[in-house]
């Protein structure tokens, strides 16, 4: 008796005659007479994703980094993916670690990750020539993750602190001495500007009745400022 295989829009099927491929089918109903030996295999081949997890690596200083990956791919030779190796998936898998570790071994865990999107776009070309040969076509590799492992975690945790500190120290020191420049050049320009100081008073006074201090001011003659210090000795 026959059986009905459907093949869907997104598959192909591998048809065999006792054990030898006959022909690549489109989508589609067949009909597979096990008597006469037939048989179909079908093929996904839409776009797909694996998960590389946990892959451990040295860099070229010998820090240990854990990565995830995740390879994006699509079957685009059917037979190949089924002939030219047991399994096209642990194939990917396998040569995706092998051509990662190479590429990290290769820089220094700074460079490494400040590469990081380099990194994956040249996985993803290295990683793509070899899967051609077994009928799959990788679309992009991205690594998901970096951690760094165990002392060194903390060690680098610890250099990012330090230098954040020493950010916001440079910062501050900075606007220290633009503050103390800002105060020189208004004491020069006092001494050497008549009625300057008298003009600041009166910026100061209008500020703050504009914005409502609640306080009154009373202004006193420069001559009689200057007599009242004199008795207090200020």
């Known amino acids: 008796m026959a059986r009905v295989v459907t093949i869907k829009e997104y598959e192909r099927g591998l048809r065999y005659v006792k054990g030898r491929l ?20 079908k093929v996904d081949m839409r776009e797909n994703a694996l998960q590389v997890p946990g ?24 037979v190949r993916a089924m002939h030219e190796v047991a399994s096209y998936l642990d194939a990917l898998h ?23 999107v380099a990194v994956a776009r040249e996985l993803a070309e290295v990683v793509a020539v070899d899967a051609r040969r077994f009928g799959v076509e990788v679309v992009t590799v991205a690594i998901k993750d970096a951690m760094l492992i165990g002392e060194l975690k903390q060690a680098y945790e610890a250099r990012l602190t330090a230098d954040q500190k020493g950010q ?20 020069k320009l ?5 009625g300057y100081l008298e003009h600041r008073r009166l910026d100061i006074l209008e500020k703050a009745a504009t914005q409502g201090f609640g ?20």
């Open 55 to 78: 892959q451990e690596v040295l860099t070229a200083d010998n820090a240990p980094v854990r990565l995830n990956l995740l390879v994006r791919y699509r079957v685009v030779d059917p």
């Open 190 to 194: 006092a001494a050497e500007t008549p």
């Open 22 to 41: 006959e022909g690549v089918l489109e989508a589609g109903r067949y009909r597979v007479w096990a008597f006469r030996g037939q048989e179909i295999l």
């Open 168 to 187: 916001a120290d440079l910062v501050a020191a900075r606007h220290e001495v633009a503050a103390v420049r800002a105060r020189a050049n208004a004491a």
């Open 94 to 116: 396998q040569v995706t670690q092998l051509v990662v570790r190479d590429l990290v071994i290769a820089r220094a865990l700074d460079e490494f990750l400040a590469q990081r």
């Open 215 to 234: 306080n009154t001011f009373v202004m006193l003659p420069e001559w009689l400022e200057t007599a009242a210090r004199k008795l207090t000795g200020q």
